[in-house]
């Protein structure tokens, strides 16, 4: 019979009582080494990094950050603030709810990391650590001071597994290493935040418009960064800040007060994106708005199908292009062999016609699949999409869809007598064509979020998630899984041909190669899903963000050319392996993949 004892020299004779930090300082000087470097890192954003004009962003001015600096600077600051809340300092408490320590880790790692890479682009770009200016030196080593101070702060390490004395190597390294990564999530552990009190309706009204209006800072921020080492720096300081935010507590808080006022939080979500083409001087970053728009409303609408009834759908995109192809057909094109121009109300519903039409026809004979076969089944059904309108071209078939040349010089729309091909002023602001056919999707978009919102709070949504949880025990409970499955799959195919119309518009031309089964350009059916996985199933805002992510970072990487999907692919498998249930989940589908958090205390009828 094998004993399990501990010997000295394992990870099961270190002692658990005791507090400590990974670095040997004590825990007064850790906290003033925090603080001090975040302070000396200030410091550094209003000095000159670099002599020469010749890096982006102009970092040679004295006195007024610029470029990559303007981001060390707002770590800095979150990292300065979370260190006065660990001593104590009044007034601060309300931001850290789940404690400071771990949000000042975040806050600190994000600063270090923006910083450092800042330095180092500089250095590769200009030849040599030579180029650095002493504002270059001090926030390399305030920043490295900070992440030091924040590193040493004491925290529990977990409880190591006994040691087998019959254990190889082998099996002794892979305990160790096990443990060490335990450790390393200890680090940055958080406590649970303690609930917020209730405040007055418009007190709560007040934080959710500054949480409103801080998302559309961040996002105009980000989709007009105008060079590559922005947009990344921008992406490791809103990644570390937001885990920061998240550790503090304030995201949770946050998520409680909006709860208690969905739908102001719903309508003003759209007010604060309807704000967005007024934050820009051209149309250039308003074509991507609108772009994201259609993709996000798509990745809602195959949601239905995956996040709520659980069916995995391979061949979703191609519902989209039978609402573009169909809206285009009867919209005026020359290139159409119909000759008819309907209004748009009218291309509306023959679109979304359409694809409820072809949902049904393939949802019929396919849904009594389950699992991969029916993936399998869909995947087949978007590529003989993809090849039947390249074939009905008038040699190898019909002349419908004019074959690979496509649905071409598709008028823009008038509606009501307003041009969206035109610009229009509006308060002083000019309002250019993409801007126009963005305030349409946002419509569209909240249509679809409407129909989300009700179907999923509705008798046919739970049935959806019954059969998404258990098919055959919601099938002993009365549930009619055909028809329930099919309304899915008709109201997701609806949906996306509703966004489908307004592509075609937007870009004029419907080919068929815009509707691929997968490829480096979104929408494709790979990105929609990984959009709806990435985002969170079932749930509203999930999709949203997660299509918003999936469209903007591929465009703004087209710099690392054939190794943009390799640098997407491995970004994807970190975010399933440390967070599988997606950036915004439900409670139910967290609880899925964290078995050891509590169980909620209040679920709603969808988002359970």
Not at 471 to 495: C, D, P
Not at 564 to 574: H, K, N, S
Request: proline fraction near 5%; hydrophobic fraction near 50%; charged fraction near 10%.
């Amino acid at each position: 019979m094998t004993t399990e004892t501990t010997a000295a020299g394992t990870p099961g004779a270190r002692n658990q009582d005791a507090l400590s930090g990974l670095l040997p300082l004590p825990e007064k000087a850790a906290r003033a080494l925090a603080l001090g470097g975040s302070a000396l890192t200030i410091v550094s954003t209003f000095l000159a990094w670099t002599w020469t004009d010749e890096f982006p962003g102009d970092l040679t001015v004295y006195g007024y950050p610029g470029g990559l600096q303007v981001l060390v600077l707002i770590g800095a600051l979150l990292a300065t603030v979370f260190a006065l809340a660990s001593y104590g300092v009044r007034g601060l408490g309300w931001l850290v709810p789940a404690g400071p320590d771990a949000a000042l880790k975040f806050a600190t790692l994000a600063t270090f990391a923006t910083s450092w890479y800042t330095v180092i682009a500089i250095s590769a770009d200009l030849g040599g650590v030579v180029n650095l200016e002493v504002g270059g030196y001090l926030v390399a080593v305030g920043s490295l001071a900070a992440l030091a101070g924040a590193l040493a702060l004491p925290f529990r390490r977990p409880e190591p597994d006994p040691a087998d004395p019959d254990d190889t190597g082998w099996d002794k390294f892979k305990q160790d290493a096990a443990y060490k990564w335990e450790t390393t999530k200890a680090v940055f552990a958080a406590g649970s935040p303690r609930p917020v009190r209730t405040l007055p309706s418009y007190a709560e009204i007040l934080i959710i418009v500054a949480v409103l209006a801080l998302g559309l800072v961040v996002f105009t921020y980000g989709i007009g960064t105008e060079y590559d080492e922005q947009f990344i720096g921008f992406l490791i300081t809103a990644g570390f800040g937001f885990a920061a935010l998240n550790k503090a507590g304030l995201i949770a808080h946050a998520s409680q007060i909006t709860s208690r006022h969905q739908n102001i939080t719903t309508c003003g979500a759209f007010a604060a994106a309807a704000l967005f083409p007024f934050t820009q001087t051209n149309d250039q970053y308003a074509t991507l708005g609108v772009y994201i728009l259609i993709f996000a409303t798509v990745a809602l609408g195959l949601n239905i199908v995956v996040g709520l009834a659980g069916l995995l759908d391979l061949g979703y995109v191609a519902f989209l292009g039978v609402g573009a192809y169909a809206a285009a057909l009867v919209s005026g094109s020359p290139s159409s062999p119909f000759h008819v121009h309907f209004p748009f109300w009218a291309a509306v519903l023959v679109g979304a016609a359409a694809s409820l039409v072809f949902g049904v026809l393939i949802g019929a004979p396919t849904l009594r699949l389950r699992g991969d076969y029916l993936a399998i089944v869909t995947l087949g059904f978007g590529e003989i999409f993809r090849i039947t309108a390249n074939n009905l071209d008038g040699t190898s078939g019909p002349d419908i869809t004019n074959g690979s040349n496509g649905i071409s010089s598709i008028p823009n729309l008038d509606v009501l007598g307003f041009d969206f091909g035109a610009q229009h002023d509006m308060g002083g602001f000019t309002i250019g064509r993409f801007a126009n056919y963005f305030f349409l999707m946002l419509i569209i978009t909240a249509v679809v979020v409407l129909v989300f919102r009700r179907s999923g709070n509705s008798r046919i949504g739970r049935a959806w998630v019954a059969i998404r949880e258990d098919e055959t025990a919601a099938l002993a409970m009365g549930i009619n899984g055909f028809r329930v499955k099919l309304i899915a799959f008709a109201v997701g195919a609806s949906l996306a041909g509703l966004a489908g119309t307004v592509q075609a518009h937007v870009t004029y031309t419907v080919t068929p190669e815009q509707y691929l089964f997968a490829g480096p350009i979104p929408p494709n059916s790979a990105f929609l899903l990984a959009a709806v996985v990435l985002g969170g199933m079932g749930t509203i805002s999930g999709p949203l963000i997660g299509a918003s992510l999936l469209f903007l970072i591929p465009n703004k990487l087209q710099f690392l050319g054939n190794y943009q999907l390799f640098a997407f692919g491995i970004a994807l498998i970190l975010l399933m392996r440390f967070r599988p249930e997606g950036l915004i989940p439900n409670r139910r589908r967290q609880l899925e993949f964290h078995e050891e958090a509590e169980a909620p205390t209040l679920l709603t009828k969808a988002g359970a």
